[in-house]
């Protein structure tokens, strides 16, 4: 039921039915690179770039898709925890001037609650409490206030947490974040355990999984350090992993248990000549790391399979396109 093909498409058709176009992933190489260090597209933000600084005009106002992304800026974590990958899918919606901060976060919470029958209680908000350049995002936290999100699940976050851009250069925005109390899969519990999230909230908490992104693209920052107003008011742009919610819908432990890597890691097992098997265990239970080198592996051969497509190979020293 929710397979993660069930899960991608289901997120098409709730935002296609809200006026959305459905647009295909752009590559996850990045041939003209102008406003990102990176070689690969780490978001589902960066194809729309020349859009947000108003260079194209947007095939609809408002968008929808799922991206292809690497990000190696994670790799050291990958197979040691339970949600980082070099490679991943990105659920992503926009709107371009066409949608107000209340019905993106309004379409945000109805999907999870909702159509996902997610229950608000394991659900954590953040949002941009201001510095000394940009104001407090007072407009988000009453939204969600009015929403329903009570104050014990709302909290305020610096710029490295919720003021989001893809590099030093280019646009950026307050964003709000959901996490996930993880601690709530497979529990009967019908609350999340309240004082120890409110403390660990968006400082990497084991227990607390960031699920979606929303980001009110507002500015764009230029090599000489000006800061300008993009072209629309507000543009909207948010991006959800699949691989994390797969893991919420799915019941798992972790993403390496979703349907998305199982069948690689089992497959790997039947592959072994020592008859090998995962069996999922972390940290100091994993003393030999076998079960990290069955992540790793399995994490690196969705990013090859990705960059082969594409025709770009890849060596443990540099890459040839």
């Not at 005009?57 to 980082?84: F, T």
């Not at 070099?86 to 926009?94: A, H, S």
């Not at 607390?208 to 909207?236: A, C, Q």
Request: glycine share 6%.
């Amino acid at each position: 039921m929710n397979s993660s093909k069930y899960l991608r498409e289901l997120f098409m058709q709730f935002f296609i039915s809200r006026s959305h176009l459905k647009v295909p992933s752009g590559p996850v190489i990045v041939k003209h690179n102008l406003y990102n260090q990176s070689d690969f597209t780490c978001a589902g933000v960066q194809q729309f770039i020349p859009i947000l600084v108003g260079e194209q005009e947007p095939p609809a106002k408002r968008l929808v898709n799922s991206q292809k992304c690497i990000r190696l800026n994670d790799k050291d974590l990958v197979g040691y925890d339970d949600q980082h990958h070099t490679f991943f899918e990105m659920l992503g919606n926009w709107s371009f001037g066409d949608c107000s901060k209340a019905e993106a976060l309004q379409f945000v919470w109805e999907f999870l609650t909702q159509t996902l029958s997610v229950n608000p209680s394991h659900l954590y908000t953040t949002y941009f409490g201001g510095n000394e350049i940009h104001d407090a995002d007072t407009e988000t936290r009453d939204i969600w206030q009015m929403m329903g999100v009570p104050n014990t699940h709302l909290f305020a976050c610096n710029a490295e947490r919720n003021l989001w851009s893809l590099g030093d250069i280019g646009p950026f925005g307050t964003c709000t974040e959901i996490h996930f109390d993880r601690r709530m899969i497979n529990s009967k519990d019908k609350k999340s355990k309240n004082n120890e999230s409110q403390t660990s909230i968006n400082f990497d908490s084991p227990h607390l999984m960031e699920l979606w992104n929303i980001v009110f693209m507002k500015y764009n920052r230029h090599r000489d350090g000006r800061i300008t107003f993009l072209s629309s008011p507000l543009i909207v742009d948010t991006g959800m992993g699949l691989e994390r919610l797969c893991t919420i819908m799915q019941n798992c432990n972790s993403t390496y248990e979703t349907d998305l890597f199982q069948p690689l890691i089992n497959r790997m097992s039947e592959l072994s000549p020592h008859s090998l098997t995962y069996q999922g265990r972390w940290g100091h239970e994993d003393s030999n790391e076998k079960d990290t080198a069955f992540r790793i592996v399995s994490d690196h051969i969705r990013t090859i399979v990705a960059t082969f497509a594409e025709g770009l190979h890849i060596t443990s020293t540099r890459k040839y396109a």
